[in-house]
């Protein structure tokens, strides 16, 4: 009665000890460690099958503690087939060339015998495989205690209980990141809902920026913004402010094209007063106005090389003394930067400097110019005659197919400002409720009632005409440049006997800006 008592007490702590552990990890360290001190066992091994079934791993084995099911060189292999437990002994092993397994009987002080016995859930699943390690051989005398099949009753259902906690954590993960993921999504559709009311344009290099925007309004890295004059970086600048977490405070803008060199520095950094001839009084400079906020520096290209410098040194530790004063102040300002200018030709002209760049471009973005995005020409066009209707009150109902036709001629070297000048003008010359017809775009004077370019030709007999016509018969000087134009590629066309690329090498353009121009001016090889 003493002995069934004991191992009746054996048995309840060995089952509180194992129902105890909260991790598969020490489920297992904690079920080899009792069969050790249990049942007088050298050493005691729990390799675990992952759920592709392929491998064995054991974290407690020395590296890399794997073995690969497929691969028959090693005793497990054979013994996940069979699925029945069986006993090796260490003559036997010897014969075992598998280098992990030998580190396993290594590491199990080279025990003559062991017991390989396989794991299953009640639903049959090979979870893994418990390998006993001793120098005698009766086996029977362990695996046939009661207390030894309860314990292993006992774990194999707290392992298969462990593996079903973990992958209902993983299953929350992954429905709570596929849920973020959806979230970020959603966001990520209504915000650029909401600049596509002011970034017009259904066209892909437009459905990529605004995307590209919403990700770095997320952000708090500096953003460079490139491209050509009108195509509104400025636009793009604002759309960043007011998606981010920034968009209570200030935007400040800075075009440092539009103020003298020798005022910038003050305006950036103020001054206080007396700091130079005429600061009566102390000025608060743009760096501490956009404090909490948005500072945009427009043309940044036309920063003096002195003054680069220094706002390098502002972006690195948003610290700066204004003009005059004796000690730091600080701003913490998201820098958002835009240029027309090639920065990277700038630094190789030493005009701009290499660190400055870097540091501006954490996030760049690139504005596609209006003529590589003709998608975009009519619900501009019609954005912009609703903002000019709004303003006025009165205008235009909408635009003519004709008149957008006439567009595809155009390559709007001012881009989206071009555009709208040219609405808006249209707007002032178009009957309230009607639609916008070309002859009032004014692109030239030579649209016909169809909306097609027609330039007077002159014949290469004419050309020293129209290259030095007198100067009171000109009345439209754009009209009169493109006709000056269409007439020098209509000759130079006629001296290389219509051969496009020898004219456009001739006259120094690319072969592809050629027969633009071709097609806008009317002009053909014969």
């Not at 087939?81 to 075992?96: F, I, M, V, W």
């Not at 925007?213 to 708090?220: D, E, F, L």
Request: proline share 5%; hydrophobic share 40%.
């Amino acid at each position: 009665m003493g002995r069934m008592q004991m191992e009746l007490h054996t048995g309840i702590e060995l089952a509180v000890a194992l129902t105890q552990q909260t991790t598969l990890p020490d489920l297992l360290k904690t079920a080899t460690t009792q069969l050790e001190n249990t049942f007088g066992l050298t050493r005691c091994w729990a390799l675990e099958l992952d759920l592709s079934g392929r491998t064995l791993h054991c974290s407690d084995l020395p590296e890399p503690g794997e073995f690969d099911c497929g691969d028959f060189s090693h005793p497990f292999a054979h013994l996940l087939q069979t699925g029945k437990a069986r006993e090796l002994t260490r003559a036997a092993s010897y014969r075992l060339d598998h280098p992990g397994f030998q580190s396993l009987i290594e590491a199990s002080n080279r025990p003559n015998s062991l017991w390989l016995e396989p794991l299953r859930g009640d639903d049959g699943r090979t979870l893994g495989i418990l390998v006993l390690c001793r120098d005698e051989s009766d086996w029977n005398g362990i695996t046939a205690q009661p207390l030894y099949i309860g314990l292993l009753q006992l774990l194999t259902h707290q392992w298969v209980s462990q593996l079903q906690s973990r992958d209902q954590v993983w299953q929350r993960r992954l429905l709570k990141r596929s849920l973020d993921n959806l979230h970020d999504a959603e966001t990520l559709r209504k915000r650029c809902e909401i600049l596509a009311q002011t970034l017009v344009g259904p066209s892909e290099a437009m459905t990529k920026l605004r995307a590209q925007i919403v990700r770095a309004a997320g952000s708090q890295l500096s953003v460079l913004v490139q491209g050509e004059t009108g195509c509104g970086k400025d636009v793009v600048a604002r759309g960043i402010h007011e998606l981010s977490d920034r968009a209570n405070g200030p935007m400040v803008v800075v075009n440092c094209a539009a103020i003298p060199d020798s005022l910038l520095e003050s305006e950036l950094f103020g001054h206080t007063k007396g700091a130079f001839s005429g600061a009566d009084q102390a000025k608060e400079g743009l760096l501490a106005q956009a404090d909490g906020g948005t500072l945009f520096l427009d043309e940044i290209g036309d920063m003096p090389l002195a003054l680069q410098s220094k706002l390098l040194r502002v972006l690195e530790s948003r610290e700066f003394r204004p003009l005059g004063a004796s000690k730091e102040q600080r701003s913490d300002f998201r820098l958002v930067a835009a240029t027309h200018q090639p920065l990277q030709r700038g630094i190789k002209d030493r005009s701009f400097r290499q660190d400055l760049y870097y540091r501006l471009s954490q996030f760049p973005l690139h504005v596609t110019p209006l003529r590589e995005r003709l998608d975009d020409l009519e619900p501009l066009s019609r954005h912009f005659i609703r903002l000019y209707t709004d303003r006025e009150g009165t205008g235009p109902l909408g635009i003519s197919s004709h008149a957008l036709q006439a567009f595809l001629t155009y390559d709007f070297p001012g881009n989206a400002r071009e555009l709208r000048n040219i609405i808006e003008l249209a707007c002032l010359q178009t009957p309230a409720g009607d639609d916008i017809q070309p002859e009032a775009l004014r692109l030239t004077d030579f649209f016909s009632e169809q909306g097609d370019l027609n330039v007077p030709a002159i014949e290469p007999e004419g050309l020293g005409a129209a290259i030095a016509p007198e100067a009171c018969d000109i009345r439209d000087l754009k009209a009169a440049a493109q006709a000056f134009e269409a007439a020098v590629i209509r000759d130079r066309l006629q001296q290389y006997g219509g051969n496009r690329a020898q004219a456009a090498e001739s006259l120094g353009l690319p072969k592809r800006t050629l027969a633009h121009k071709c097609l806008k001016y009317q002009v053909t090889e014969a």
